[in-house]
């Protein structure tokens, strides 16, 4: 499939600890994330067996075909191509994977996945970039701020290093770690597709007031 750049605005990456923390399953969440605009979502699960995030990411489909006029909402899997290819021969409409640096290269998954699947690659120096371009559909660059959600993550690169690094190529990107509503307006002004958003909403009391924050902020003006 081919992307809208659009559908970036404001990526949902998904925590399952952080959704039972706040009284919901990560299916639940995602409905409602997308039930208020949101149209990319990732599910992450670091932790959980194949099977068990094969069987997340069923439900996660399933929620986010249930929600009405959700069907340009681009589904991915994090990191495991093995579970994407597992998704797409049981039928769940999935777009395709978000690879880190540790993960399956690029090029690699390139030969397994089907065709037309969506490849994003997070990258956060100009050697990552030129690597991931020939095989990528858009990065994901950062994080912009440190944060405990994924405690391997590379050091804070801050606003002004991801749009330099975004400006490197002609894909689009996102930036991730510590993105907050207030970011957007810069952070799209910079150059960058959109943003990619854990526990800013999968923490969140209400995951479809957070997205539907988030998402106001990307269409509105940078404060004087």
């Known amino acids: 499939m081919s992307l809208d750049p659009s559908t970036l605005a404001v990526c949902l990456v998904t925590d399952a600890g952080q959704c039972a923390a706040a009284g919901r399953s990560v299916a639940a969440t995602v409905a409602d994330a997308v039930a208020n605009g949101v149209r990319s979502v990732q599910v992450r699960a670091k932790d959980a067996s194949g099977a068990a995030f094969l069987d997340e990411v069923t439900a996660v489909a399933e929620a986010i075909a249930a929600v009405p006029g959700a069907d ?21 409409r999935i777009a395709g994977v ?36 020939p ?13 405990a959600t994924k405690p391997d993550a590379d050091p804070a690169l801050g606003a002004a290093r991801v749009a330099e690094l975004a400006a490197l190529t002609g894909l689009p990107s ?50 004087a």
């Open 72 to 92: 340009d909402c681009v589904l991915i899997v994090n990191d495991r191509v093995d579970v994407a290819l597992a998704a797409h021969a049981r039928g769940v």
């Open 174 to 223: 996102v930036t991730i770690g510590g993105v907050l509503p207030d970011d957007l307006p810069v952070l799209r002004d910079s150059g960058l597709a959109g943003v990619a958003v854990v526990s800013g909403i999968c923490a969140a009391p209400d995951p479809g007031v957070a997205a539907r924050a988030y998402l106001d902020r990307w269409t509105s003006e940078v404060a």
């Open 135 to 147: 095989h990528a559909d858009y990065l994901g660059i950062g994080p912009l701020r440190d944060t």
């Open 98 to 133: 978000h690879l880190g640096q540790s993960d399956l290269p690029a090029a690699a998954a390139r030969t397994l996945l089907w065709p037309g699947a969506l490849i994003g690659v997070s990258a956060a120096t100009p050697e990552q970039i030129r690597a991931a371009e």
